[in-house]
């Protein structure tokens, strides 16, 4: 009897009598599935091999995949820090474009016949899957199909000697310390990465079926004069698709798994490892955060190859993959793990694009589905949309019915660009004391629009931390709005000395007492008169409120702070902040004593470093929370410091103590402030030391300090580096008789490079930043410790002491260990002080050079 099969395209079986095959198709063989010999297939059709083979198009195509090999291997072995980001930009696009035909292929291998220019197309794209009869291969070699899909499983392994010669040849030339197999790794990775659907569709296509009818049995699709699992070619066929998948696909994939779970652990700060830079191919491409994503394409890779093997019905395959390619286009789209931008965005556009083609497709084919298959999905549908639509009515009345706790004990509200600092350090302290957490939102914010959220149902306690424009922020306001209105959170407030209680005025004329530019409050659906209402309730009597204490420094005053908001107050010591240590190897932080964001960043600081170098047993010295009276000790703690950490921020510059630590840690160069007369030289305005400056040269120069202690600056966000304004007149206001000498030595600590230090930033960046200056804090050896020299002049002790007293600051005039000290540096330049009686003032000293002696430094 005659037994019937499906042909896989109506080309191929014209119809007629039975046993009839379209022109240059084979009638012997199952399904016409093969064409006749001194035939090739093109567009699914057989065609004559025309006289003289014509040898062109083969070479041409396999010198352009070599060439294409070689050029991979040698881009992508070059230092990731080298690489430009667009050219990254650009080689990422390109490789979701190879994707992207590549799942072309799979589209090719679903179980229905496409329109004719989609169909024509993709059988032009079969030679990304190593289909090589796209080549006429038929006209060339007289080779079955057997044959020709073994030689394709060698194609993926032949790839690696390739790699290897290029990588080779680019190390003994070009570049001899490439690294040879680690770079061959991350070639050969880069390409199967790139191809991955390619050499699955390759190796799989043997088990990639489609049925005949009357249950005769089924085809292979890409081959249909081969029954599956019948005779030894598919068995053939079926042995080699195993050894492929065990040398090739599985490994692999077992590197990518095993990367993955290792990057984490193995990626630490700059360390350089060979394991993270031969499988670099896989995170170079994403954003850190992101760094796994690699697996969720090579799963997504895998499920769409594996659903033509494991459903033969067209709908189901259909519906599987549309329910795969949305799955993992929600995910990308939500993560945007890509380095770039603009990849993102094409690569969610690819994706959409590709799932429309495959609906599209679906219309337009002509598939006869079963009634059985039809309800089958049909109801599976229907089931998802209400277990999904239950799932979510459940969690809606679970969330509304259930009483949770809050998330966080604390909200500190604040005005970053005026307490970025001090509400870090008030959720630092709080956490330690209460143990609960504390939500300010440079950590703990991922998206704007969940603030208000928060403080409505996740919150215990709403801090609100008033500075001079807290009220005046549309998200304080917001936050303090949604607190008393729709939150069943405590409210507390901290009133800053810089703060003022918004007037009547003000009250009736919120518009304009709000900055409103950066947030439209309305579309929180929070609105004029609930911020009226909520703002006269925040001064309500019953309303804890915490004032800064005025009568503590330093950054103890935020621990008196955290004992109000706690209800444990703390007693002012009546006695004034501690005196300064004088033990040798502390870390020494400087900072701006009257700036509260200023000590606020250096308790943070000091917190942090103290932890980073715990191993060490290094002391740490905040000079905000010590008495900076007494010059004297200023300076001895600093000449005995491990290293010195200056904070720049705002006041800086115009605060007395700090210009002292500025002063004496700078170096001055003799021969800037030494001619070869023998005489001072210079000009105001450029900062060197002029010839009628009161005062000549330094007392020292230590930048011949074999032993010089590093010296750290750290700017905060609202310093302003001094301009030629503040050389020239505010400087001479604040040390009138020796701001020529003062000038030179700040200018030469601003040449030093600063390091940011970003109060508003997260957790995280702070942490890398302490890191950063952790390193540069050398061990302390006190055995091999030289005292070190003063860098600045006793003019300058003098007007440094003058204006600690002009600013009602109870300052010892220099002492005679300073006298002697100053005396023993001196040692290389002979030089005596005379100092003036104590009755005399600035103005009748005359401090001048002496012809004779240079550097001798005379009072009369």
């Not at 966000?717 to 003062?742: C, G, K, M, W």
């Not at 109870?810 to 260990?817: K, L």
Request: net charge neutral; hydrophobic share 45%.
């Amino acid at each position: 009897p005659l037994i019937a099969y499906t042909c896989v395209f109506d080309k191929h079986c014209p119809g007629g009598r039975p046993g009839v095959c379209a022109a240059w198709r084979d009638p012997t063989s199952v399904a016409c599935g093969v064409c006749m010999k001194g035939a090739y297939l093109v567009d699914g059709e057989c065609r004559e091999c025309e006289p003289g083979v014509d040898l062109l198009p083969f070479f041409l195509v396999g010198a352009a995949c070599l060439f294409g090999i070689c050029a991979i291997a040698w881009m992508v072995s070059r230092e990731a820090i080298k690489q430009s980001p667009n050219v990254l930009t650009c080689v990422l696009l390109g490789g979701i474009v190879v994707t992207a035909l590549q799942t072309l292929g799979i589209f090719g291998q679903l179980a229905f016949t496409w329109p004719g220019i989609v169909q024509s197309f993709l059988s032009a794209m079969r030679i990304i899957s190593f289909d090589l009869e796209v080549l006429r291969m038929g006209c060339i070699l007289e080779v079955d199909v057997v044959s020709q899909y073994v030689f394709q499983q060698f194609l993926p392994p032949m790839i690696i000697p390739f790699m290897f010669l290029t990588i080779l040849f680019k190390k003994t030339f070009r570049t001899p310390e490439t690294r040879l197999l680690i770079e061959t790794t991350n070639a050969v990775g880069t390409l199967y990465n790139i191809l991955f659907i390619s050499i699955c569709i390759s190796s799989l296509a043997p088990l990639v079926c489609y049925r005949h009818p009357d249950d005769v049995g089924s085809s292979v699709r890409t081959a249909p004069s081969i029954l599956c699992w019948v005779g030894a070619r598919h068995t053939t066929m079926v042995v080699a698709c195993f050894l492929s998948v065990v040398v090739v696909l599985l490994p692999f994939v077992a590197f990518v798994v095993y990367a993955t779970w290792r990057y984490a652990s193995a990626i630490r700060g700059t360390v350089e490892t060979k394991f993270v830079i031969a499988c670099r191919f896989l995170f170079v491409k994403f954003i850190p955060e992101c760094y796994y994503f690699s697996l969720l394409l090579i799963l997504r890779s895998l499920c769409i190859s594996l659903i033509p093997i494991f459903f033969l019905e067209a709908a189901v395959q259909i519906v599987f993959l549309c329910g795969v390619m949305i799955t993992f286009t929600v995910v990308q789209s939500r993560l945007r793990p890509w380095r770039s931008t603009v990849t993102n965005y094409v690569d969610s556009c690819m994706s959409s694009a590709l799932l429309l083609l495959l609906i599209v497709g679906a219309v337009a084919a002509d598939m006869e589905v079963a009634d059985d298959t039809l309800n089958a999905l049909a109801a599976a549908m229907l089931i998802i949309v209400l277990v999904v639509a239950a799932i979510g009515l459940l969690l809606g009345l679970v969330i509304a019915g259930c009483k949770f706790g809050p998330r966080y004990g604390r909200f500190i509200c604040h005005h970053k660009a005026d307490a970025a600092a001090q509400a870090r350090y008030l959720k630092m302290l709080l956490q330690v004391k209460t143990s609960s957490q504390v939500f300010i939102d440079s950590d703990d914010l991922s998206d704007l629009d969940d603030l208000f959220a928060i403080v409505k149902v996740d919150v215990g306690t709403l801090v609100v931390y008033l500075t001079r424009d807290t009220l005046r922020r549309p998200w304080c306001a917001g936050e303090v709005t949604s607190a008393f209105l729709a939150s069943k959170a405590k409210v507390n407030t901290v009133v800053t000395p810089s703060f003022l209680k918004p007037t009547e005025e003000d009250m009736a004329a919120l518009d304009n007492y709000i900055d409103q530019s950066g947030c439209d409050l309305g579309a929180y659906c929070i609105y004029e008169k609930d911020i009226k209402v909520a703002f006269k309730m925040l001064f309500e009597p019953d309303i804890l409120s915490v004032k800064m204490p005025a009568d503590v420094t330093g950054g103890a005053k935020y621990e008196h702070i955290v004992a109000d908001l706690l209800g444990n107050s703390m007693k002012t010591a009546s006695r004034g902040p501690p005196m300064i240590p004088n033990d040798s190897g502390m870390v020494v932080i400087s900072s701006n004593p009257q700036d509260d964001e200023a000590v606020a960043a250096a308790s943070i600081l000091s917190l942090k470093l103290q932890e980073k170098l715990m191993h060490t047993q290094a002391l740490m010295c905040s000079l905000c929370d010590r008495d900076t009276s007494d010059i004297d000790a200023i300076l001895s703690c600093i000449d005995k410091a491990r290293a010195v950490i200056v904070l720049l921020s705002a006041g800086t510059i115009r605060c007395w103590s700090q210009l002292l630590v500025l002063l004496d840690v700078s170096t001055v160069r003799t021969d800037i402030l030494q001619t070869n007369s023998g005489k001072v030289s210079g000009m105001a305005s450029s900062g060197a030391v002029s010839d009628k400056s009161p005062m000549g040269s330094p007392v020292h120069n230590s930048s011949s300090d074999q032993n010089k202690r590093p010296v750290i600056p750290m700017t905060l966000s609202n310093f302003a580096f001094p301009d030629d304004q503040f050389y020239e007149v505010t400087l001479p206001s604040i040390l009138p008789r020796s701001h020529y000498e003062a000038a030179e030595l700040l200018r030469s600590f601003f040449r030093l490079i600063a390091m940011p230090f970003s109060t508003a930033a997260s957790n995280q960046v702070l942490e890398a930043q302490v890191n950063m200056v952790s390193t540069r804090i050398p061990k302390f050896d006190p055995n091999n410790r030289k005292k070190s020299k003063m860098a600045i002049t006793v003019g300058i002790m003098k007007d440094l002491q003058t204006t600690a007293e002009a600013s009602h600051m109870n300052n010892p005039s220099i002492s005679a260990a300073i006298q002697e000290q100053i005396l023993c540096d001196l040692h290389n330049f002979p030089a005596e002080i005379v100092v003036a009686p104590p009755e005399a003032t600035p103005d009748s000293v005359d401090w001048r050079y002496d012809d004779q002696h240079r550097n001798r430094i005379q009072c009369i």
